[in-house]
């Protein structure tokens, strides 16, 4: 079955960077656009970024624009996002998504 394992979420002072990973199995990853969404404590869902299938267009919300670069291993079914500069608003969980399936998501916490 599909499974999207999200890591490497934690506790980080603002200015500093994390960089997640979602591992991915169970389906053909190479041929899906993957996408980064958050959820922050009692908001909805926000898109963060998007990747093509071959890793060459990306996009991201204008609120980590700059900051945040998504990227993808084919080869090893991986999703990354590098988050620097990070604020104490981008306290969420971060899921990584197929469109069609979602991971258990990570927290990431920017507090100092």
């Known amino acids: 079955q599909v499974q999207l394992v999200e890591s490497g979420g934690g506790l980080v002072q603002p200015g500093g960077s994390l960089r997640l990973s979602c591992t991915t199995s169970g389906f053909t990853f190479s041929r899906y656009w993957m996408y980064w969404v958050r959820q922050a404590p009692g908001k909805g869902l926000e898109w963060v970024s998007t990747?093509?299938?071959?890793?060459?267009?990306?996009y991201y919300a204008s609120s980590v624009k700059g900051r945040f670069t998504i990227s993808r291993d084919n080869a090893k079914n991986t999703l990354h996002l590098q988050m620097n500069s990070l604020k104490p608003e981008d306290t969420a969980v971060y899921y990584c998504y197929t469109g069609d399936n979602w991971g258990q998501g990570t927290q990431v916490t920017v507090s100092s």
């Open positions: 990747i093509k299938l071959d890793g060459d267009s990306t």
